[in-house]
């Protein structure tokens, strides 16, 4: 591990080569401000996500944090799961500032740009939300499309919207349209996924009149329009031999079109052999496909998702990805998204056919994660440990959560916080997390000196179902959780100036893009 100034590091971020830009702040503050390609990478998280983040322990991984300290225990512990270059921004993102470099609010933030982009670039049509719902009152022949998630779509939609997300619509077109003339209107929550929609519709050819609603459910709020809340959504329509060979078909057209391309199992193992560089392999279908069975290795990142939210999955810039799929057709065009943001992408076909063989060999053989063993603690005899003075409750859990409901006498924290949290505490602790959470929270424990430190059996669900007391809210010594997501995160719940508030941040975040920056797009 070696500290490198601001501009080093955006000397390394936009250089050809491969590097990983972590940040490895919590929820709260990343999402009030970071570098425009810097993927969240929490602390308190901090092995677990990286390991499917960077899954090549060979890549150059630069460090990110707030300056206090965090980025360099990061870097011991990634050293310690065999990672073999890493650097520190010394400073953190206050150095980032100083350096004259910008930070961006929010997150998936690199996605949210490319829908921006690839709207000046192609200029799809869009529909106000007043004029469509003039077309639903005038019962005006149009197909209502919401192309996000199911749980998406189920917490809030426009009245009349089908759930199909993105990349399913176009796979599973002739069982949705069967006019040519008719008009579709594609929704999301916002801007990025109607955009990306609508356009990929028209770049594979499709001859509807296609147009995304201006701003999504939140432009229809701010009509003053009302949202359907609650909403089960359809099965998708499967797909007869017919059908299938026409997605085939297409996603051959347009991939040749797009020059990305199409692979076999064999070129599969060869790209994987190629140890010098990173090599992800998703899985684009739905979530019911993939749970059928897929090819061994790969993971799942449904075509809507990983264009919307590309660093949930993909941590490694410039990386190669494989994206697999049954026709090929999600896969192409989330390669195709994937390459305008400087991703070398394959598409690999026909996923769902080659189950039996061994599997893939990815780019590095996965770290080993270190597991602290933790003694487990009936919460019966946690309560009465905690009662007697002699052991403190921590809960590990989300904020959120806690908010809602936890151990009556718990105190809330988070990996990077358990020293400010402890102060002179030296007796026993208990943990109410996920075993994986609390083993991470127990390595940094052990290094405080804790020597007595147990985790809850069945965790906060546990406690409760023993009767034991507990207790609502969020304390007062604690103004603002560090995991929690703050900004404008209640636009989709009421919060009128929340959602314009974002809109004016999304639809503004080219014009904050420096030249480097903007190059990283190929838009």
Known sequence: MRNIDAATAKELVHSPAEVAFLDVREHGPYGEGHPLLAVWCPYSRLELSALSLVPNVRVTIVLIDAGDGVAGKAAGRLERLGYQDIRVVAGGVQAWVVAGYTLFEGEYVPSKTLGELAEHAFHPDVIDPETLAEWQRERRPHVLVDVRPPTEHHKMTVPGARCLPNGELPHRFPAVVSDTSMPLVLTCAGRTRSLIGAISLKLLGLENPVFGLRNGT?????????????????????????????????????????????IDAGMLDTLAADRSRTLYLLDVRSGEEYAAGHLQGAIHAPCVQIVQATDRWLGVRRARVVLADDTGLRASLAAYWLGQMGYETYVLPDADTTLARDGWQPSQAAPFVPASELQPIAPQEAAEAAAGGEALLLDLRLSVEYRREHPAGSRWTIRPELKTTLGDWQGGLCLIADEPVARLAALDLEELGYADVRIVSGGFDAWKSAGLATETGWPESIARPSDFLSFVHDRHDGNLDAARQYLAWETGLVDRLDAQERATFLL
């Open 218 to 262: 939140q432009g229809w709020t701010l009509a003053g329009l009302d949202l359907d809340r609650g909403q089960v959504p359809a099965e998708a329509p499967s797909l007869s031999d017919g059908e299938l060979a026409a997605s085939r078909l297409r996603a051959q057209n347009f991939a040749q079109r797009a020059n990305i391309p199409m």
